[in-house]
């Protein structure tokens, strides 16, 4: 595809259910970022991968929350026992190298935990 | 104290007025400063993207950057309606692989 894939578009879950969010990145970027945009709030970093790999965890919000990417294309957000708080846009974009002034971002995942 | 202070409006124009959008931050390793446009239910999208100070000009829109007095501007002239959207601050720095964004300002421009 042209552009940044996120799947659901939108997501309703129950308080305590596990949920996945998928994104697939721009054919051919090696970075990819994930974001969390809550109403009225600015875009909350998440993770970031180069490749397959992912420098840097610490903006994950708990060890509820974890991430992976495969084939060094499509990622996985996991979000264990969801809570009301989890709910938001969930955002993913991506970047053809690691200098990340360009960023290309899906149209993200709606997530409603009730 | 956030890194980046950016007014979330809303900020309500007449269409064919001028438009300043404005950040603050207090870091000063930034040295990337863009400006996203988001869309209702969309992702935002690079609008702007200017390394270090001074400015840069693209049609209707010029983003000035001030790293003395750590202050960014977008300006918009001839505003549309067809610019109503939430405009992102974002910046980073060399080697950085995490962006920061403002909170977004939303515009309204009014036919």
């Known amino acids: 595809g042209a552009g940044v894939s996120q799947s659901p578009s939108n997501k309703v879950t129950e308080k305590g259910k596990d949920v996945e969010l998928r994104c697939d990145p721009i054919s051919g970027h090696t970075a990819l970022y994930w974001y969390r945009q809550s109403l009225g709030q600015g875009l909350e970093f998440l993770i970031y991968?180069?490749?397959?790999?992912?420098?840097?965890k610490s903006g994950l919000p708990s060890d509820r929350f974890s991430a992976e990417r495969t084939g060094g294309s499509v990622s996985t957000l996991t979000i264990q026992r969801t809570q009301q708080e989890d709910s938001a846009v969930y955002l993913c974009?991506?970047?053809?190298?690691?200098?990340?002034?360009?960023?290309?971002f899906g149209s993200g995942t709606q997530l409603s935990v009730l | 104290q956030k890194e980046v202070e950016q007014d979330p409006g809303p900020l309500s124009v007449p269409e064919g007025a001028i438009v300043s959008l404005n950040c603050t931050y207090s870091n000063s390793a930034f040295q990337y400063f863009m400006w996203y446009r988001q869309y209702s239910r969309k992702g935002p999208e690079l609008l702007m993207y200017?390394?270090?100070?001074g400015n840069k000009e693209d049609g209707r829109f010029t983003a000035q950057v001030d790293k003395s007095s750590k202050y960014i501007s977008l300006f918009i002239r001839d505003s549309q309606p067809s610019d109503s959207a939430t405009y992102l601050c974002a910046m980073t720095n060399t080697g950085g692989f995490k962006t920061i964004f403002g909170a977004g300002t939303r515009l309204f421009v009014k036919a």
């Open positions: 200017t390394y270090s100070s």
């Open positions: 974009a991506s970047s053809p190298d690691s200098k990340n002034e360009k960023l290309f």
């Open positions: 991968f180069q490749g397959n790999s992912a420098p840097d």
